[in-house]
């Protein structure tokens, strides 16, 4: 497989090509990661908030790129894995505690690292467009990482998964986070880059450059997608 220059590090800069990826899609999971309403819908609370402080401006890139790119692309990664038999899962940022003393201290800290969503709020919600439905997954985290803080892990482990597809919001820091544990766990980790979204571009892509290679495999949603497809062709049934 060849890689993508645009996603290679400093470390990688001469790496022309990757070993091929070949799925199992009985031991794949995607990993829909924190596409709740508090963050990413435009008139959910973060959005709101940037528009009272005068920020929109700043992130008006973000809410559009998310609502124009991202969503539609997780929608169709996310028909591409019902269809195929590849285990659905997600995480989200959800406070247990009303007073929401159980976040840790990455999510309690100062400014935009603030972070509180009651897990009982129709905010903390995936967005509508993807929904799980009703024998998916869905744990509930008060860290960034979803494998570290919750037992996402031990899930994964008990359903001989050994290979993510990780998606979601922000780039680099709950993605990222999520992704360079599972990769230290010993699993496989494929990021579509288009399926994911940090404040700015250059945020997103610099992230992506210092994960490719060693804690993933950056590739674009219509590449995941067609692993998928291939795999199925290969003897997965898929799933009407």
Not at 86 to 91: I, K, L, S
Not at 106 to 118: A, C, E, F, H, R
Not at 152 to 175: A, E, F, K, R, S
Not at 224 to 238: D, K
Request: aromatic share 8%; charged share 25%; glycine share 4%.
């Amino acid at each position: 497989m060849k890689t993508n220059e645009k996603f290679l590090s400093f470390y990688y800069r001469n790496m022309k090509e990757i070993p091929d990826i070949h799925l199992d899609l009985k031991k794949t999971a995607l990993l829909i990661v924190d596409m709740q309403k508090h963050f990413i819908a435009k008139d959910g609370y973060d959005a709101l908030q940037c528009k009272e402080a005068g920020e929109w401006d700043e992130w008006e890139w973000f809410y559009d790129h998310v609502e124009k790119v991202v969503i539609p692309n997780n929608k169709r990664l996310l028909d591409c894995c019902r269809k195929n038999g590849v285990e659905v899962t997600y995480g989200r940022i959800a406070s247990l505690k009303k007073d929401g003393s159980d976040r840790s201290r990455v999510q309690s800290t100062v400014g935009w690292n603030d972070i509180y969503v009651y897990v009982g709020d129709d905010s903390a919600k995936m967005v509508d467009e993807l929904t799980p439905l009703e024998d998916e997954i869905v744990v509930n985290k008060t860290t960034d990482s979803v494998s570290l803080g919750t037992n996402y892990t031990q899930i994964l482990h008990n359903m001989g998964i050994d290979t993510v597809i990780v998606t979601g919001v922000v780039t680099d820091q709950c993605v990222a986070s999520t992704i360079r544990v599972l990769a230290d766990q010993g699993f496989r980790v494929i990021c579509p880059e288009d399926s994911c979204a940090a404040a700015t571009q250059e945020l997103h892509e610099a992230e992506l450059r210092i994960m490719n290679v060693i804690y993933c495999t950056v590739l674009s949603t219509n590449e995941t997608i067609q692993l998928i497809e291939e795999a199925a062709a290969q003897g997965t049934p898929a799933i009407d």
